[in-house]
């Protein structure tokens, strides 16, 4: 157990894979990456998040539900969990519920404990000058 010290756990390395290849555009292998990390740790929210994201982007939008609504079961404030169900939504035509859970990620998002505000906080220190033309474009 103290080889694996340091190490983050081999589900999140299967998460993060699944992010990439989705990013990539290689929907099977993020939907498998997403499977290995469910299998290894099946209360991970985000894995369920990324099976969902696969499974959309593989237009089974009513699996993606499926899993983004498991997803929302095990951490109910998921933001990219909202976002994917928002997208799925939309996909369905469904312009009312994608807005809402649109809505609530972004809240989610910018809420005094949300992860945007530490990174917020780092753009106006300027300890982030790879992000600033995130905020200021020009």
Do not use: C, Y
Not at 42 to 55: D, E, F, H, I, V
Not at 57 to 84: C, F, H, N
Request: hydrophobic share 45%.
């Amino acid at each position: 157990n103290t080889l694996l010290q340091g190490f983050e756990p081999l589900s999140d390395l299967h998460v993060r894979l699944s992010s990439l290849t989705s990013d990539a555009g290689v929907a099977d292998t993020a939907l498998a990456e997403a499977h290995a990390a469910i299998t290894i740790n099946p209360t991970l929210a985000l894995a369920w998040t990324r099976k969902s994201a696969a499974l959309r982007r593989l237009g089974r939008l009513d699996e993606a539900m499926e899993a983004v609504e498991t997803a929302l079961q095990l951490e109910p404030d998921q933001a990219d969990a909202l976002k994917a169900r928002a997208l799925i939504h939309q996909m369905q035509n469904r312009l009312a519920p994608a807005a809402e859970d649109f809505l609530v990620a972004t809240r989610t998002l910018f809420s005094p404990g949300g992860l945007a505000v530490p990174a917020l906080r780092e753009l106006r220190r300027g300890s982030r000058p790879d992000l600033q033309h995130e905020i200021d474009p020009s």
